[in-house]
C-alpha cells in the first residue's frame, strides 16, 4: 500500500507558476486595453481632422460657387451691354445711310 501523502514533484511551485502566468497575462490584457484606447483616441482625433477638413472643403466650395456665380453675372452684363452696342452701330449705319440719302444731288 502507498505511503498516505505522496506529493507529485510540480505541485510545490506549479501553483505558483500559474499565478505567475496569471499575472503575465492580466499584464498583457492591461497593455491591450492601453492599446486599444490610444487606438480609439487617435482614431477620433483622425475623424476630427477629417471632419474639419470637410467643413474647409465645403466652405471653399461655397466660396466657387459665390465667385461662378459673379462671373455669370458678369457675362450676363457684358452679353446686354454687346446688345446695346449692336443696337447703336446699327443706328448709327442708319443715321449713316439717311446722311448718304441727303447728300445726292436733288433733281427738280
Not at 490610444?38 to 477620433?44: A, I, Q, S, Y
Amino acid at each position: 500500500m502507498p505511503p498516505a501523502s505522496t506529493a507529485c514533484p510540480n505541485d510545490s511551485n506549479g501553483g505558483e507558476e500559474n499565478d505567475d502566468n496569471g499575472d503575465e497575462n492580466d499584464d498583457n490584457d492591461d497593455e491591450n486595453d492601453d492599446n486599444g484606447d490610444e487606438n480609439d483616441d487617435n482614431g477620433d482625433e483622425n475623424d476630427d481632422e477629417n471632419d474639419e477638413n470637410d467643413d474647409e472643403n465645403d466652405d471653399n466650395d461655397d466660396e466657387n460657387d459665390d465667385n461662378d456665380d459673379e462671373h455669370d453675372d458678369n457675362g450676363d452684363e457684358n452679353d446686354e451691354n454687346g446688345d446695346e452696342n449692336d443696337e447703336n452701330g446699327d443706328e448709327n449705319d442708319d443715321d449713316d445711310d439717311d446722311d448718304d440719302a441727303s447728300n445726292l444731288p436733288k433733281y427738280v
